[in-house]
């Protein structure tokens, strides 16, 4: 099911609504309750990270476990990372409070599940696993020292491993008598959101660089950003590297000075050399056939 919010799409997954179903029917409303305040929480502290790096929140996917948010234009600005590490921080931040407030009104009761629920989401969304918050900080760390298809696939290792574990665990836990369902739910989740993600995000960025260019030639003015990059970069690391949001026109240092590849010349390098080709190449052919 999917539907707008002002300039947001926000995408429910088939699967909440038989899970919340479940829920109900077992008993579990008022843990259901809690968790949706505990989530609300959440996404509220990715949400006013995103506002104050002044990053717009293109989509929002629910699933059963929580949101995912995609955010425009976070390369570079470290964005990303820092609106990802806010969600953790803020339910860390909403069980001290409410820890606070128990421990000086003398009443803990009902705060006790809250304050649990909350550490939870804080621990399990630290866990460098793609779509999990610990994961998009992972990427941004991985970024620094691999290049960005490579960081890409370190996570996706990171993600499976993880998966694996949180699959053990919870049959470990079961046969011993323990009712950790929940944990054969998040693998199929880290493996399925994982995968999507990175699977429509080359063609997503072609349909939107395509739309931009498209809209320039009909003479509707585009947003631009300029982004510096080096000549040893490859044309499908670029490709990723273009702005969700505005026109990208890349800087490229090559020999003395710097040269322009604006994102629809990078896109028809790319259908013509090929996404491995570097970025130096490029130019240089270009050059040549001038």
């Not at 499976?160 to 699959?167: D, K, T, V």
Request: proline letters at 4%; glycine letters at 10%.
């Amino acid at each position: 099911m999917t539907f707008r919010f002002g300039r947001t799409e926000v995408r429910i997954h088939f699967c909440v609504l038989p899970f919340l179903a479940f829920a109900i029917v077992a008993g579990e409303g008022l843990s259901l309750l809690y968790a949706a305040v505990s989530l609300a929480v959440h996404e509220g502290a990715h949400l006013i990270a995103a506002k104050n790096r002044r990053l717009s929140v293109e989509r929002v996917s629910v699933w059963p476990f929580g949101a995912v948010m995609t955010l425009s234009d976070t390369f570079g600005r470290g964005g990303d990372w820092i609106t990802a590490a806010a969600g953790p921080a803020g339910s860390a931040a909403f069980a001290a409070v409410l820890s606070l407030s128990g421990t000086l009104s003398g009443g803990r009761g009902w705060t006790d599940t809250l304050i649990r629920t909350n550490l939870a989401i804080a621990l399990l969304n630290l866990l460098p696993a793609y779509p999990l918050d610990g994961g998009r900080v992972c990427r941004a760390l991985l970024c620094r020292v691999l290049r960005p298809n490579a960081a890409r696939r370190v996570l996706l290792g990171f993600t499976g491993l993880i998966a694996l574990c949180a699959a053990g665990a919870g049959l470990w836990l079961v046969l011993h008598g323990v009712p950790a369902w929940t944990l054969f739910a998040l693998p199929p989740f880290l493996i399925a959101s994982a995968f999507a993600e990175w699977r429509v995000s080359d063609a997503g960025t072609v349909a939107r660089v395509m739309e931009r260019s498209e809209r320039l030639r009909s003479g509707v003015p585009q947003r631009a950003v300029l982004l510096a990059v080096p000549e040893r970069m490859r044309i499908g690391e670029a490709m990723a590297a273009l702005s969700n949001s505005r026109f990208t026109v890349l800087l490229i240092r090559h020999g003395t000075g710097c040269v322009t590849l604006d994102e629809a010349a990078l896109l028809d390098a790319a259908a013509r050399f090929g996404a491995e080709k570097t970025l130096k190449s490029v130019i240089l052919r270009l050059t040549a056939e001038e």
